[in-house]
């Protein structure tokens, strides 16, 4: 399938909102890929496609993953919204013939994050925080880092600020999303 046709098809399956955001994401990605030296069409597909499985409702993914032997946690039973994204990563083969482990690590990973996560793996975790669409506290500091800081401190940052708000809303902190920050701490150059 080339871009353009994954692109029709994912504009035919998500709503006006949830399309342009995956563009925004896509787009916001191929800049941080350009500034960090990753491929700029591998990052562009990912980011496009991360999403995907944001044509079911929360209520299906649980469902929708039991259908593709998806494993699910209690979290994720308790938060269904999170299962988007490893669903997301076997509909990329299955649906748009996207075979690149890369590509699919990056969007099974840019929800909750996890350890040892590779520089396409935090840019689409990043660029989903950052595109143009969002707005929340927080969000111009984390793009001004995206300009300035480096990948791992761009990363840390936004997981501080997911943790915290996740914290304060009163929800379960996904273990990977822990696991994510406390890898960074205990790496760090």
């Keep these: 399938m080339t871009?353009?046709?994954?692109?029709?098809?994912?504009m035919s399956r998500l709503n006006k909102n949830r399309f342009a955001h995956s563009i925004g994401v896509a787009n916001t990605a191929v800049e941080l890929a350009k500034r960090f030296s990753v491929d700029v069409d591998k990052t562009y597909i990912a980011g496009l496609l991360h999403d995907c499985a944001r044509q079911f409702e929360?209520?299906?993914?649980?469902?929708?993953?039991?259908?593709?032997?998806?494993p699910i946690t209690d979290i994720e039973y308790a938060a269904p919204?999170?299962?988007h994204a490893p669903?997301?990563?076997?509909?990329?083969?299955?649906?748009?013939?996207?075979?690149?482990?890369?590509?699919?690590?990056?969007?099974a990973?840019?929800?909750?994050?996890?350890?040892n996560m590779?520089?396409?793996?935090?840019?689409?975790?990043?660029?989903?925080?950052?595109?143009?669409?969002?707005?929340?506290?927080?969000?111009?500091?984390?793009?001004?880092?995206?300009?300035?800081a480096s990948l791992e401190q761009m990363f840390l940052?936004?997981?501080?600020?997911?943790?915290?708000?996740?914290?304060?809303?009163?929800?379960?902190v996904h273990p990977k999303t822990i696991d994510a920050r406390n890898y960074i701490l205990l790496h760090q150059h």
């Design 3 to 10: 871009v353009d046709e994954m692109r029709r098809t994912l």
């Design 58 to 70: 929360n209520e299906q993914l649980p469902v929708e993953a039991a259908k593709r032997a998806v």
């Design 81 to 83: 919204i999170l299962l």
């Design 87 to 107: 669903i997301g990563a076997v509909m990329v083969k299955e649906d748009y013939g996207v075979d690149d482990p890369e590509i699919i690590r990056a969007i």
């Design 109 to 115: 990973r840019h929800t909750v994050g996890d350890q």
């Design 118 to 148: 590779s520089p396409l793996d935090i840019i689409i975790w990043f660029a989903d925080m950052i595109e143009p669409h969002r707005n929340y506290p927080g969000v111009e500091e984390l793009r001004r880092l995206a300009k300035e």
């Design 157 to 172: 940052e936004g997981l501080n600020q997911t943790i915290a708000f996740v914290v304060s809303k009163g929800s379960l």
